[in-house]
C-alpha cells in the first residue's frame, strides 16, 4: 500500500498475549540483524494494513492474529518507507521463527527494554508496555 505521497506502508504488529509483548530478532538485512522489532513487513498493492499484517505474522512466525487499534505516531524509515504499528490479538499458535527471525521472545512489561530494539520501535514499546501494565492490573482485556 502506498499513501497520499507513494510511501510504502510497513505493518508492526504487537501481540500481545496474557500481559506480554511478542518480539523477534531479525537476520537481514546485516545492519538490522540481531536487533529486535515488532514483526510484519511492507503492504503490498491493494492490500489493507491490517491484511498485511495479519498474513505477515502468519508467513513468519506462523500465528494466527487479530489486529486491534493503531498505535498512535508513525515513523519515516527513509523517503519512501513509512512504518506503522497496531496492537494485535494472538488468536491461534506457537510463535516461531520461520522466515526473517532466528529468535522470538514474550516480554512482560518488566522485560520489555532487556532487548535491543530497533530505535524506530521504541515510542511503539513504550506505548504497548503501558498498555501491558494496565492489563496486569486488570484494567484492560489485552
Ligand atoms: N517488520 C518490521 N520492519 C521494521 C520495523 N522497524 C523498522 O525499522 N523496520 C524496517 C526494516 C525494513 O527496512 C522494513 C520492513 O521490511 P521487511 O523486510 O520486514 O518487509 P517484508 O517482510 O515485506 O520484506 P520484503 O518483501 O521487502 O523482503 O522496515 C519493525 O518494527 N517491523
Known sequence: MTDGVE??????????????????????PAALAGRWELPGGKVEP????????????R???GIETEPLERLPGEWQLNGRLVL?????????????PLQDHDAVRWLTSEQAFDVDW??????????????????MLGNRDL
Open 84 to 96: 506503522r504499528a497496531w496492537e494485535v490479538r494472538l488468536l491461534k499458535g506457537e510463535a516461531q
Open 118 to 135: 530497533l530505535e524506530q520501535d521504541i515510542p511503539f514499546v513504550r506505548d504497548v508496555v503501558a498498555r501491558l501494565r494496565s492489563y
Open 59 to 61: 508467513e513468519e512466525l
Open 46 to 57: 491493494g492490500e489493507s494494513p491490517e491484511h498485511a499484517l495479519t498474513r505477515e505474522l
Open 7 to 28: 510511501r510504502t506502508v510497513v505493518v508492526a504488529g504487537a501481540v500481545c498475549h496474557e500481559g506480554r509483548l511478542l518480539a523477534a530478532r531479525r537476520t537481514a
